[in-house]
């Protein structure tokens, strides 16, 4: 038995790096049986990226959790998601239903997906009181970061997660993989030598693909445009780079980090109170589309 | 020449176009008519959303295989979503400024590398 002290692990890059503490420390050991105290807080949408590393240190190493202890709430919360029963525990009814599924697939689980968000975030009570143009901003989002990660990440398994906040009014979601990131792609497809932070800053503008011989880059730059209008933040976290993005401040804010993240997180954060027209003040034409 | 109608609805099964793989049917059949000198009429009606990846794939790649004034006397959409439209257009001015210019996405890495 080998523990590990997660201690406030919350959606800053302070958090993330802790996460990233937590791969090191086992990935250079194996057949491990892992215990992890999780302390005070864990943003639960972050299981997406908890569960693609302990899921990454099982594949590579074969170390496994053996345990997961954790405060009270804590353990409420990532029960009631349904994170907890990957390993070992039972799942917990979420009558506050501020949780949204903790969700392993696999990139070709494309169907699967689509009814997720149908299922758990689409009808999802506490998106019953939005605006149907910003529930469908959220969603449009939402798919336009999966299929990023289908394409570009190489990775075995897509981690999904998300988590209401009633009283901020906000929702965040979180998008994980553990392939090859942002740096491998860009450097592959043009033979250069960027860093993370670099790389995530060249994707996100608009037409920039690393796809061959297709046009493309554009779902994250309409992330981000969405984003600004929403008033919100989006994270990118890729390897050893931190991209942070605030949509009401209009400001960007890149770091390194010590060691890196064996594949990339998208962590979104969207404002439920906006009452912002995104579609009904716009007709469109289907002439001269082409 | 004849025209067709295409029905994204049926050949994806469902009105949530997500994946660039479903796109690649579209396309499969978009290209063939074309290059059989049909006009084609691609509709989507019953679908409720599209994404970026999929319109590349389906519609972008077009720009690839046939020159503007073919695909614009060839095709044509109908009931599809305002905010699809609004999509669609992005993507197809995408696609024709990476068809004309591939090299451009190489400068702008050089830009960020110059930063």
């Known amino acids: ?290 | 020449m004849e025209k067709i109608t295409i029905r994204v609805y049926n050949i994806v099964g469902d009105g949530i176009c997500v994946e660039a793989e479903d796109g690649q049917k579209i396309y499969e059949q978009l290209k063939k008519a074309l290059e059989t000198g049909h006009r084609v009429i691609l509709s989507f009606q019953n679908v409720e959303m599209v994404t970026s990846a999929f319109l590349n794939t389906a519609v972008g790649q077009l720009y690839r295989d046939f020159d503007e004034k073919k695909i614009k006397d060839s095709l044509a959409v109908e009931d599809m979503l305002p905010p699809d439209i609004i999509l669609l257009k992005r993507v197809v001015e995408t696609a024709k400024i990476y068809y004309k210019d591939p090299e451009r996405l190489k400068r702008s890495i050089d830009e960020i590398l110059g930063d």
């Open chain 1, 1 to 290: 038995m080998d523990k590990f002290e997660l201690n406030n692990v919350d959606a800053t890059f302070d958090g993330y790096q802790k996460l990233i503490d937590l791969y090191q420390y086992y990935k250079s050991k194996a057949f491990t049986q892992m215990e992890l105290n999780i302390k005070k807080w864990l943003g639960a949408n972050l299981c997406s990226a908890l569960g693609g590393i302990l899921d990454k240190l099982a594949d590579e190493n074969y170390n496994v959790v053996s345990s997961i202890d954790a405060s009270p709430d804590t353990k409420k919360i990532i029960q009631k998601n349904g994170f907890l029963s990957h390993f070992g525990y039972d799942d917990l009814y979420d009558k506050n239903h501020t949780t949204v599924k903790y969700l392993k697939l696999k990139p070709t689980d494309g169907k699967y997906f689509k009814n997720y968000v149908v299922d758990d975030l689409l009808n999802h009570p506490e998106l019953a009181n939005i605006t149907p143009e910003l529930k469908r901003k959220i969603v449009e989002s939402i798919y336009e970061m999966f299929v990023n990660a289908q394409i570009h990440s190489h990775s075995s398994d897509i981690y999904a997660c998300g988590q209401f906040y009633p009283q901020k009014k906000k929702i965040e979601f979180t998008i994980t993989d553990t392939g090859i990131g942002f740096r491998a792609n860009a450097n592959k497809k043009f033979n250069v030598n960027l860093t993370s932070e670099q790389a995530i800053k060249w994707a996100i503008g608009q037409g920039h693909t690393t796809k061959t011989g297709t046009s493309g880059g554009i779902g994250l730059a309409l992330l981000k445009e969405f984003i600004t209008k929403n008033k919100s933040k989006l994270q990118i976290i890729s390897n050893d780079g931190f991209y942070e993005y605030s949509g009401e401040k209009n400001t960007e804010y890149t770091k390194k980090f010590i060691n890196y993240f064996p594949g990339t997180i998208i962590n979104m954060q969207f404002r439920t109170d906006d009452k912002s027209a995104y579609y009904s003040d716009i007709t469109q034409s289907m002439e001269n589309i082409f």
